[in-house]
């Protein structure tokens, strides 16, 4: 099974992203700057095929913790939420 990882992937506009690869049975691992907030991801966890909705906390300046974010990724989606309008 391909893996994506999608970094900035846990807030409700990426969810249409993510349902959308879960759905066509991708394992999705997805970043949180805070894992113990799970009110920022939680609403995932109700999407179908969840069971292959992986969440890991991320320190994106860090490059050691992309390193080991990606390292087991088919590919990669950077949301910048500045991007979304």
Same mark, same amino acid.
């Given at each position: %099974?391909?893996?994506?990882?999608?970094?900035?992937?846990?807030?409700?506009?990426?969810?249409?992203?993510? !349902?959308?690869?879960?759905?066509?049975?991708?394992? @999705?691992?997805? !970043?949180? !700057?805070?894992?113990?907030?799970? @009110? /920022?991801?939680?609403?995932? %966890?109700?999407?179908? /095929? !969840? #069971? /292959?909705?992986?969440?890991?906390?991320?320190?994106?300046?860090?490059?050691?913790?992309?390193?080991?974010?990606?390292? #087991?990724?088919?590919?990669?989606?950077?949301?910048?939420?500045? #991007?979304?309008?």
């Amino acid at each position: %099974m391909k893996k994506i990882g999608i970094i900035g992937g846990s807030g409700y506009i990426e969810s249409d992203i993510i !349902s959308t690869f879960l759905e066509k049975q991708y394992d @999705v691992k997805i !970043s949180t !700057s805070d894992i113990t907030k799970k @009110v /920022n991801y939680q609403h995932l %966890m109700d999407l179908k /095929n !969840s #069971d /292959n909705l992986y969440v890991c906390e991320l320190d994106t300046s860090s490059k050691t913790d992309l390193s080991n974010f990606t390292k #087991d990724c088919d590919f990669v989606v950077f949301i910048d939420p500045s #991007d979304i309008k």
